[in-house]
């Protein structure tokens, strides 16, 4: 009997000693938690619209191309320049380009998607919504500058190449934005549509000429 009541203090102490330990290790433990939640959250985020429409900034820009039919806006601190084929919007300072645009004269094809790294593999590739159409998206770099890459169709033998570029010494960061810019993306009739070609072995309609009664005179 007295064996069992000294037993019974060294089992509290025991109890106690575990109780202590965890209540010191708890702390550590949710806040390592809540650290990998939002570095998950973070990284499924970042080059992905949002799920619902973000507010498009009433102060921004609007790049509109006439030719291929669609717009978007960008923040007003970036300069627009035309480099070759290369559309580039840029920060002032010249710190580096932060949107770049390129027309591909290939079909969007997700098994053939090459950049100057080569092929993209497929399970690197994700589908997302742009503007109403089917786009593709991935993630690539180097030398510490890189971003996520959007891959838009423009026709059936078009492309649009959007590529959004993040360096350590950029300001600001356009990475941060990207869900923004990509939300204000959209279609609009181009201002010279490509010619719908005639089908094979139809005959064109004639063409009539004005009446004289409704010709005009100088």
């Known amino acids: 009997m007295q064996q069992?009541?000294?037993?019974?203090?060294?089992?509290?102490?025991?109890?106690?000693?575990i109780l202590k330990r965890w209540l010191l290790i708890a702390p550590m433990v949710v806040v390592l938690a809540v650290g990998y939640l939002v570095w998950q959250l973070r990284s499924s985020e970042v080059g992905l619209p949002l799920s619902g429409v973000?507010?498009?900034?009433?102060?921004?820009?609007?790049?509109?191309?006439?030719?291929?039919?669609?717009?978007?806006?960008?923040?007003?601190?970036?300069?627009?320049?035309?480099?070759?084929?290369?559309?580039?919007?840029?920060?002032?300072?010249?710190?580096?380009?932060?949107?770049?645009?390129?027309?591909?004269?290939?079909?969007?094809?997700?098994?053939?998607?090459?950049t100057v790294y080569g092929v993209v593999g497929s399970g690197d590739i994700k589908e997302v919504t742009i503007g109403g159409r089917t786009a593709f998206y991935f993630t690539h770099g180097d030398a510490g500058c890189g971003g996520p890459e959007y891959r838009i169709p423009i026709t059936d033998e078009t492309h649009l190449a959007m590529q959004f570029i993040d360096c350590d010494e950029?300001?600001?960061?356009?990475?941060?934005?990207?869900?923004?810019?990509?939300?204000?993306?959209?279609?609009?009739?181009?201002?010279?549509?490509?010619?719908t070609p005639e089908p094979q072995g139809s005959t064109p309609e004639p063409t009539l000429e004005a009446s004289p009664e409704f010709t005009s005179t100088p």
Request: glycine letters at 4%.
């Open 54 to 114: 973000a507010t498009k900034p009433s102060d921004w820009k609007t790049y509109q191309n006439d030719q291929h039919g669609f717009e978007f806006r960008y923040p007003s601190n970036l300069e627009e320049d035309v480099i070759d084929e290369y559309i580039y919007f840029g920060s002032p300072d010249g710190k580096g380009v932060h949107i770049q645009l390129n027309f591909i004269s290939e079909t969007l094809n997700q098994d053939e998607i090459t």
């Open 170 to 195: 950029s300001s600001p960061h356009i990475i941060d934005r990207v869900d923004v810019i990509l939300s204000t993306f959209r279609f609009v009739e181009p201002e010279n549509p490509e010619p």
């Open 4 to 17: 069992d009541q000294a037993t019974q203090p060294r089992e509290l102490k025991n109890v106690f000693a």
